[in-house]
């Protein structure tokens, strides 16, 4: 499985994803727009990042580009049956839970940044919009457990 980062701003919360992906299994991480890597511009590591990563970082292979559409149309050439989900807020998304017959190796898991989610244009080339079920009065969950929880989904399947 493909994860991809679309404008996450928080260097604690990609660091929980790379630590989580590393204990996932998660193929590669693909960190997109202002999302923050492991090494900062002048290649040296970003201590906010790794203080949670744990070194996971150095597990997992991962790339930084600027355009998720970009990085969704590359993946898809290179092999047309990778499927996309997302997990975002929406009113076509369907409870993780409900999602079967996926295959992990095509699978690409796709989360947003943690204010503004991610945009129509990469919802709309979704495979699948997934959602985790809320039973308190809060409406989303952290992007790091959020991805954690779908993650896992994808393992255990």
Same mark, same amino acid.
Request: proline letters at 4%; hydrophobic letters at 40%; a negative charge.
């Given at each position: ?13 990609? =660091? ?11 193929? /590669?991480?693909?960190?997109? =727009? !202002? ?5 900062? /511009? ?8 790794? /203080? ?7 597990? !997992? ?46 699978? !690409?898991?796709?989360?947003? =940044? ?44």
């Amino acid at each position: 499985m493909i994860v991809i980062l679309d404008n996450i701003r928080s260097m604690h919360n990609v =660091g929980s994803i790379f630590r989580t992906a590393d204990a996932a299994g998660i193929e /590669k991480i693909i960190l997109c =727009g !202002i999302t923050p890597g492991p090494l900062d /511009k002048y290649d040296r590591p970003n201590s906010r990042l790794t /203080k949670v990563s744990l070194g996971a970082e150095d597990f !997992i292979k991962w790339e930084h580009t600027d355009s998720t559409l970009d990085v969704i149309d590359r993946l898809k050439k290179q092999d047309p049956d990778y499927e996309i989900y997302t997990v975002e807020l929406h009113p076509d998304a369907i409870n993780y839970q409900e999602l079967t017959g996926f295959n992990r190796e095509k699978s !690409i898991l796709i989360l947003g =940044g943690e204010v503004d989610g991610l945009s129509p244009e990469v919802l709309s080339r979704a495979t699948r919009i997934l959602k985790i079920p809320m039973l308190g009065r809060k409406e989303s969950l952290n992007v790091s457990v959020a991805f954690g929880i779908v993650a896992y989904h994808f393992v255990k399947k």
